[in-house]
């Protein structure tokens, strides 16, 4: 699994597994922290559909941190103020850069996560469907 989509998955999904994960590598390996779990900002890029231009939409609030795992450097960015979050997916991603054997485990925990994110979003579509209202059907 590529690293843009295990990290989209461990944060649209539950924060649990990506803490159960997190934890299954700091219980086993040295974990550095070079850079703490601190705040910035970043701008948003979005492509303006009539001209496919892109144009920066503005600023957003992000957390970074900086890990390392067995010489292997993680990286862990997450919008807004989510300091475990950002730490868990820096301790993920070195473990995945660091080739550790755990992360073998980790395929199917994560393809669960992404049905269920799947499955919730087929929830919210049904429910906006159910209160959408037909024009074509309204009377004057």
Known sequence: MKRRKRTEIMIQ???CL?????ESITQKYECLEISAPQYGMTMIKMRE???????YLGEVL???TKVEIE???GIGIVTGMKE????????VD????AQLPETAAWQQPLLDM???IARARVREQTQLFETKVSFETMKV
Do not use: V
């Open 13 to 15: 999904g539950n924060e």
């Open 18 to 22: 990506a803490r159960e994960l997190a």
């Open 49 to 55: 559909s009539a001209k496919n231009s892109l144009f």
């Open 62 to 64: 992000i957390t970074e």
């Open 71 to 73: 010489g292997r450097i």
């Open 84 to 91: 475990d979050l950002s730490r868990n997916l820096a301790i």
């Open 94 to 97: 070195a473990a995945y850069k």
């Open 114 to 116: 992404e049905q269920e």
